[in-house]
C-alpha cells in the first residue's frame, strides 16, 4: 500500500463504482482524458473492470482509490498504469483528482511517491505521463516531479505530450 504524509492508495473494489462513475461522468476531470468524452454507467463498468483485470495481471499496477488519511474520504485515483505509445509498452504514472479537491497538491504527493515507489520498489528505469497539450496543471506536476518534456504525438485525436524521467527535447 503506498502512502505519502497525507493520502493513501488502496485497490479498487465493487463498493467504489459510484465514485468511479463520478469521476468517468464529470466533464472537468473528463477534459483531458481520452477523447475527452464522459462516459455513462455501462462504460464506467467496462472502465472497472480494466482495472480489476489490471490487477489480475500485476498487483504493482493499475489505478488505485485515493484516499485522505486524515478521514477516508476518495478524492481520485492514481497508478503505475502500463501503456503502448508508439508501439512501446511503457508504464505511464496517471493521476486524477476530483474537481473539489484540486489545487491542494495532491496530485503532486501523489505522482511523486509513485515514481519513487516505480524506480525504488519496481526497478523502473523509465516511467512517462501523458498530458494533453491544454492540460497545463498536469504538465506542473509532471515538471515537479522531475519528468522533462520527451515528444509530442497524436493519441485518440488528440495532440499529447510525453513526459518522461528520461527526458529528451520535444521532437
Known sequence: ML???RLKLRDY???????LQSLLSNEQVMQYIGSGETR???QARSFLNW???SYEKNEAYGLKIIELKATNE?????????QRVIEEEQIEIGYWIAPNFLGIGYATEVAKASRAYG??????????????????ASQKVAISMGMKKEREIELKGKQV?????RGGSIS
Open 3 to 5: 502512502e505519502t504524509k
Open 13 to 19: 473494489n465493487e463498493a467504489d463504482f459510484d465514485f
Open 40 to 42: 455513462n454507467e455501462e
Open 51 to 53: 482495472i480489476f483485470e
Open 74 to 82: 476518495r478524492i481520485g485515483h492514481a497508478g503505475l498504469v502500463p
Open 119 to 136: 524506480e525504488k520498489e519496481l526497478s523502473l528505469n523509465k516511467l512517462i505521463s501523458l498530458i494533453q497539450i491544454g492540460n497545463s
Open 161 to 165: 505530450i510525453i513526459f518522461s524521467t
